[in-house]
């Protein structure tokens, strides 16, 4: 063990020269660590790794090793990471002998303190920072801070034995995630079912939502109170879910490897590819190739999306089992299909109808969920819930398992006649809501997010609903710039000016994008500028709105998609609505991001 550790230490000191100092410590601890007090000692080289670990091999290099040259060579590398796989396999062993207790704990600590030494050593999850020390510092700090809550959120799956759901895509993963739980939840009534009711999908939002933390903020005090109620959550808390729904989402190269780290899924949803965050990857054709490595790592099943190029490319590299589902209700021979979309209009609400089949079963669906993408996950929801009722082998209609007496879907029931099924979902804030504004029209908020897909979705939605209940309104479509787009920022918004002309009546546009690329194509393509409105702030654009309905328009339909960065569009849309009571409804209303929102404002 000594030798092993002096031989790993002098390939440490040859090739980065502070980090020589990090193994170092592990010779201290042969010496200093007792049978009787081990577990002090461990953080005190936590410690000591982690301070280190902060500052890069240039600075601290030059101060304690001014003599010692970095060599570089491919050959001492493998060497030394041999040395370090020996190390550390021989210190493990080692450890169990000495503490001679072999509670999971222990091995869960234990295995802590060698993943983040591996950490310290170890390419970090992002491309070295460019700039001054505080910069590299705290993108370490960030690095290190995320593994360490990741390598946490996977032992606490492990030890609980939870049944893992993933979802991920450029669109739609929200509205898919929270129709699978929803769906779940009420007819899976025996088995615990959770997924976070936040939209927590990044690289700490994955464990957060694994540990059940729904409040977060971005300061130092929240990440220390985070940590340290994961690493308690992990040791003392019984089983709090059977099934967990985790949406995963990626803005840049290298974090779905990293989320795979965490949690690799049993059954999957693959939504779709769009041009959102080419500004990190360059295209959509990049972005693909990091999202479909958690296809690639699925443990059972997978659900694709049949109108999405990417996954059909895929499908016959896929070697587990696989459904095809459609999103656009043309005709199909997708596994999950739906045809005869209508609509109803009750109360202020719209509803739509539509025949929904899962293989050869027909199955007629009730619903308040608009818009022909979440048809299709409604189709995935039940399919899933088939698949799960098989699996736990529990008979759906045995009187011993349900708590509440809420009737099962059509498809698992034997009768002929029962195959009608009305779905209330709760609805997501900025997804497709419908509300009633002044002058009595109507408008559909979806104004959480925007990319050029789920435009183009939304406008075709609100299109369809025109023609089977409103169809002398006329659609007025206000749109905000589409972010994160990088080189493909002018080109997208040109290509949607052509979708957007084909139904608006009027058109409400704001900021830079939308008013030099749009209106700019609008007008090449003939549409009349006299129906264009180009604003700078969105404050001047709610004005003109709000005069124009007040003039003698037939009753309007009023579409709003923006991209949620720094526009928070939602509060000039709480001015104009008929029932102040839904402004609760909009989104992001928490007392953050309105902190957030008064701080933008005022400046």
């Not at 929200?174 to 699978?180: G, H, L, Q, Y």
């Not at 709000?546 to 003698?552: Q, W, Y």
């Not at 960065?565 to 839904?582: C, R």
Request: with cysteine; aromatic share 16%.
């Amino acid at each position: 063990m000594l030798f092993a550790l002096l031989a790993e230490s002098f390939f440490l000191f040859c090739r980065e020269r502070s980090r020589a100092f990090l193994t170092v410590g592990n010779i201290f601890k042969l010496f200093f660590t007792s049978r009787s007090d081990y577990y002090s000692p461990i953080f005190i080289w936590i410690f000591f790794y982690f301070f280190l670990g902060l500052f890069p091999p240039q600075t601290l290099g030059p101060v304690f090793l001014p003599w010692c040259k970095n060599t570089g060579q491919k050959d001492q590398e493998k060497l030394f990471a041999k040395l370090i796989f020996l190390g550390i396999v021989i210190h493990v062993i080692f450890s169990a002998i000495l503490i001679r207790k072999y509670c999971y704990e222990f091995f869960v600590l234990v295995e802590f303190v060698f993943y983040l030494f591996n950490i310290l050593l170890t390419n970090p999850l992002y491309p070295p920072c460019q700039g001054d020390w505080k910069n590299v510092m705290k993108a370490k700090l960030l690095n290190l801070y995320y593994r360490l809550l990741g390598f946490l959120a996977s032992k606490y799956l492990k030890k609980h034995k939870a049944y893992i759901i993933w979802i991920n895509g450029s669109v739609g993963k929200t509205s898919c995630r929270m129709i699978i739980a929803q769906t779940l939840e009420k007819f899976l009534t025996w088995k615990k079912v959770y997924t976070s009711p936040k939209n927590f999908n990044w690289e700490l939002g994955l464990s957060l939502s694994i540990f059940q933390i729904e409040n977060w903020d971005p300061n130092i005090l929240c990440l220390i109170k985070t940590l340290f109620k994961s690493v308690f959550k992990l040791i003392f808390w019984k089983k709090a879910y059977d099934i967990i729904i985790l949406e995963y989402g990626i803005d840049r190269p290298l974090e779905m490897e990293f989320l795979i780290k965490i949690a690799k899924p049993h059954m999957g949803v693959f939504t779709a590819i769009d041009a959102v965050h080419s500004e990190q990857f360059g295209d959509p054709a990049e972005i693909a190739k990091e999202e479909i490595k958690m296809i690639k790592n699925t443990l059972e099943i997978a659900f694709l999306n049949e109108s999405d190029t990417y996954a059909m490319q895929l499908k016959d590299q896929i070697l587990i089992d696989k459904f095809i589902y459609q999103t656009q209700g043309h005709e199909s021979k997708s596994d999950i299909r739906f045809e005869n979309e209508k609509f109803s209009f009750e109360n202020h609400k719209v509803w739509a109808q539509f025949d929904l089949f899962i293989k050869n079963k027909k199955h007629q669906i009730n619903t308040n969920l608009l818009g022909k993408p979440n048809y299709g996950y409604i189709g995935v929801a039940f399919t899933i819930l088939e698949i799960l009722l098989d699996k736990f082998k529990i008979n759906p209609q045995s009187p011993v398992v349900l708590r509440d007496p809420a009737p099962f879907p059509s498809c698992f029931r034997t009768s002929p006649k029962e195959h009608k099924l009305e779905l209330d979902y709760k609805l997501q804030a900025g997804r497709f809501s419908i509300f009633q504004w002044i002058e009595n029209s109507v408008i559909f908020d979806s104004s959480y997010n925007a990319s050029p897909l789920s435009v183009r979705k939304i406008i075709d939605a609100v299109h369809n609903i025109k023609n089977w209940l409103f169809p002398n309104r006329k659609i007025w479509i206000t749109l905000w710039d589409m972010r994160e787009l990088g080189d493909l920022t002018e080109k997208e918004h040109r290509l949607l000016a052509w979708y957007v002309s084909q139904f608006a009546d009027r058109i409400f546009l704001v900021w830079k994008q939308m008013c030099e690329h749009m209106a700019d194509e609008l007008i090449k393509i003939w549409y009349d500028k006299n129906l264009i409105y180009k604003f700078d702030k969105s404050n001047e654009a709610w004005e003109i709105i709000k005069r124009l309905l007040k003039e003698k328009w037939d009753e309007i339909l009023i579409v709003c998609k923006w991209s949620q960065n720094t526009i928070f569009l939602e509060e000039t849309v709480k001015m104009l609505l008929k029932d102040p009571e839904d402004a609760k409804l909009l989104t992001r209303q928490s007392d953050r991001w309105m902190k957030k929102k008064r701080s933008f404002f005022s400046s």
